[in-house]
């Protein structure tokens, strides 16, 4: 098993991370998966997306056993969101090459991100970030790549529309460490915040939203 930690974060929030070890094969006859998510993947053809995905699945049988929340396989929503039947907690999955993360919000919506600092962050930054924001990012690899996982824990959260990273995602650190940010979601009558965090994860680091 390859269950690295499960976190508990604050009050309404677990973070929980899986580190990719075993097959395929392993994942599909230790994971019983719902209907919806058995012809996600039948339909899915690459061999490392259905790594994921089974891996995925995997970490939140294993984590929502232990914590005692639901023995039910998740399921996708319409939205892509993943979802635990008949339940009043909330998950967000994020995947990277060797990693799953997963929060798990009680009676809070959750988003999570999990990223490597990568070049390509500095040559789409203009285009996904306001002029404040790319102050922000002082040309700092770390900082640009923070900053799109922020936005792309807002993302999650909102979830359901579509969404202008640009015009309807704002973010600003809020300390030097770039360990606290406040992202913002405004978009027609949506007006909310969030206070974001990030954790280290060796090479890595993982956005999730506290409140």
Request: proline share 4%; charged share 30%.
């Amino acid at each position: 098993m390859a269950l690295e930690y499960i976190r508990q974060i604050n009050d309404n929030i677990h973070l929980a991370v899986w580190k990719i070890e075993e097959d395929l094969e392993f994942y599909l006859k230790n994971v019983q998966l719902s209907l919806i998510d058995e012809k996600i993947l039948l339909e899915t053809t690459h061999p490392e997306k259905k790594l994921e995905f089974m891996a995925g699945r995997m970490l939140c049988k294993t984590v929502l056993h232990q914590l005692d929340i639901s023995d039910l396989p998740i399921f996708r929503n319409e939205y892509g969101k993943p979802q635990i039947p008949n339940s009043e907690y909330d998950i967000s999955l994020s995947h990277t090459e060797n990693y799953i993360a997963l929060s798990i919000g009680n009676k809070l919506d959750v988003g999570i991100d999990i990223e490597k600092p990568k070049a390509k962050m500095v040559k789409i930054a203009p285009r996904l970030y306001t002029p404040q924001e790319m102050e922000y990012c002082q040309d700092n690899l770390v900082y640009y790549s923070k900053m799109w996982s922020a936005k792309e824990v807002l993302y999650k959260l909102f979830m359901k529309r579509e969404l202008d990273f640009r015009e309807h995602l704002n973010c600003k650190p809020e300390n030097k460490e770039w360990t606290l940010m406040r992202g913002t979601i405004k978009k027609d009558e949506f007006n909310k915040s969030y206070k974001l965090a990030f954790f280290e994860l060796k090479e890595y680091f993982i956005c999730l939203n506290l409140t």
